[in-house]
């Protein structure tokens, strides 16, 4: 069972079902399931994304893996060393979270002596931005100097490294499900009392056709009733983010799976997951405004996507590769004492096992004009897989 929403929260949230219902009503009673995620995440002053709300850590509704442990940062950080080493430049990081990442790769990078010559932040939510500033106020001065929060990408394109931890999960995505053998989007409609629910619809061109890519016409070995997500916003965000890089390398984090993966035939209902208060559930229609919605990157679309933007997939692993490459053991094991060894390895622990964050997780590297193996990516290479 879920926590109880509070009297604030309830009213938060009736304010966002109130305006999904206006627009709803703007577009003849059916909205696609892309538009409803994109006005209870994004919402200007309403959504999940756009409101003060307490996201991210122990108090909030999930934790990343940056606020599981400075591990992951420290890693990250050697990472962008390398790159950072062969191309100069800067660090951008979009979606910083708390900036516990930003500020653990800046005092990491500070110790290696490489550091970039701006880190800047691209964040869309105002409470999210607020914690960041209040974060990284306590770095030393020289260091805090370094750090700019950016309202839109930068215009000029720039070289080094480009971070998206968990980003392209909150990307709005379209819904369909195969009845009776043809493709049906799953879009949002109300019902006679006014909820909000699942209603079908003809695909149109976008959906069919990527659908089509997907399975054939018609859709084949798929079983009736299976349900899966297309993330057509793919393509345009990683064409943006190629058309701000000069050189360097975008290093993407998420819960993911290649193709053949993502849509196989088991997999019947999805991907589509809500968080609230550190409970995942399935109904995106309730404890809308403050709770997240999410969907699992499918990494083949991110690197055809890539590829089409110019951009080179250097390097897909998972998570646990990832880290394991870059030394995280290491780290652990340099602990100044015993307490902060055990610290640090009970939350290695949990960033690479698989039945933790170790295998869900992917990591993912798209370069221009950076043809050096990265070091992140030389234990463990799938991108045969995509």
């Known amino acids: 069972m879920l926590p109880a929403l509070s009297a604030d929260e309830e009213r938060h949230s009736e304010a966002v079902a109130a305006l999904i219902r206006t627009e709803l009503a703007a577009a003849g009673g059916w909205l696609s399931f892309e538009r409803f995620m994109e006005l209870a995440l994004y919402a200007p002053g309403l959504g999940y994304y756009s409101a003060g709300s307490w996201k991210l850590g122990s108090g909030g509704d999930f934790v990343t893996a940056p606020e599981v442990s ?10 962008c060393a390398q790159v950072l080493r062969a191309t100069g430049g800067q660090i951008l990081e979009l979606g910083a979270g708390t900036g516990a990442l930003a500020a653990a790769i800046l005092a990491a990078l500070d110790a290696e002596g490489v550091l970039p010559e701006r880190y800047a932040i691209l964040e869309v939510s105002g409470d999210l931005a607020a914690r960041q500033r209040a974060r990284l106020e306590l770095l030393a001065p020289h260091l805090r100097a370094r750090v700019a929060w950016l309202e839109q990408l930068p215009q000029t394109p720039l070289r080094g490294v480009v971070l998206a931890n968990e980003v392209a999960d909150a990307l709005p995505v379209r819904r369909f499900g195969l009845r009776g053998g043809t493709v049906q989007e799953l879009g949002v409609a109300l019902s006679v009392s006014g909820a909000l629910h699942t209603a079908e619809g003809p695909p149109d061109t976008a959906l069919a056709q990527a659908c089509a890519a997907l399975f054939g016409t018609p859709p084949r070995s798929l079983p009736e009733g299976y349900t899966s997500e297309v993330n057509l916003r793919i393509a345009p965000w990683i064409a943006t983010l190629a058309g701000c890089l000069e050189r360097g390398v975008v290093l993407l984090f998420d819960y993911g799976l290649p193709r053949s993966h993502y849509y196989h035939a088991q997999r019947v209902a999805g991907t589509l997951r809500c968080h609230f208060r550190q409970r995942a559930h399935d109904d995106p229609f309730i ?3 403050v709770q997240d919605i999410t969907a699992w990157v499918d990494f083949t679309r991110v690197a055809e996507a890539a590829t089409l933007a110019g951009l080179e997939v250097s390097g897909f692993a998972t998570q646990a590769a990832f880290l394991l490459a870059l030394g995280v053991e290491r780290i652990v094991a340099a602990a100044p004492d015993a307490v902060r060894r055990a610290r640090l390895a009970g939350e290695a622990r949990r960033l690479v096992m698989p039945e933790e964050m170790g295998e869900a997780f992917k990591a993912m590297a ?8 990265l070091e992140g990516f030389t234990l463990q290479d799938l991108r045969r897989s995509l």
């Not at 400075?70 to 990472?79: T, Y």
């Open 287 to 289: 404890n809308l405004g």
């Open 70 to 79: 400075e591990l992951f940062g420290r890693c990250v950080a050697a990472q």
């Open 366 to 373: 798209l370069a221009r004009g950076y043809a050096a193996p």
